[in-house]
């Protein structure tokens, strides 16, 4: 577990434009941080909401041994969180795989991609029923293709 004065220099660490993008998971919940206000040796003062909540400009006083870890709610290259620490990044960003390019999957893994697709889509069309989809699953599932028999 990291201590008071190893989160305190981690916040420090991290630029003032990201830390609203930062969620603090803590033992008991999570709070969506909008500042840091101060860093107090036993506890930190921050502007924030509870996450999953819209009541934004609350004030937080959190005790640093409540803080399980923290994360960056964004997209954010490997060289940036590198350079908050004044480093290199051990690897470079990787691009996304396209998907042409994805290794291919056993025929079994292929149907059932096939099937859980389809039934999702026709679950969101409301085009077919339950007992349609529940269908496609279970023949994806044994091999036998995904079409259903009309039941």
């Not at 609203?20 to 101060?38: D, P, R, T, W």
């Not at 004030?59 to 590198?82: G, S």
């Not at 059932?112 to 069309?125: L, V, Y």
Request: hydrophobic share 40%; aromatic share 8%.
């Amino acid at each position: 577990m990291m201590t008071r004065d190893e989160w305190s220099q981690l916040f420090r660490q991290v630029p003032q434009g990201y830390h609203a993008s930062m969620n603090l998971v803590l033992k008991n919940g999570e709070i969506s941080v909008e500042q840091f206000i101060l860093f107090e040796p036993d506890f930190i003062v921050l502007r924030g909401r509870v996450a999953g909540t819209t009541d934004e400009g609350r004030c937080f006083f959190v005790p640093y041994d409540q803080i399980v870890y923290a994360r960056i709610e964004r997209m954010i290259k490997a060289a940036v969180v590198a350079g908050f620490f004044g480093s290199e990044p051990m690897y470079k960003d990787v691009p996304a795989i396209p998907e042409a390019e994805t290794p291919a999957l056993g025929q079994a893994a292929r149907d059932e991609a096939a099937a859980s697709s389809a039934a999702a889509a026709a679950a969101e069309s409301g085009s077919v029923g339950k007992n349609n989809i529940l269908e496609m699953i279970r023949n994806a599932k044994l091999g036998g293709g995904n079409k259903p028999t009309g039941k």
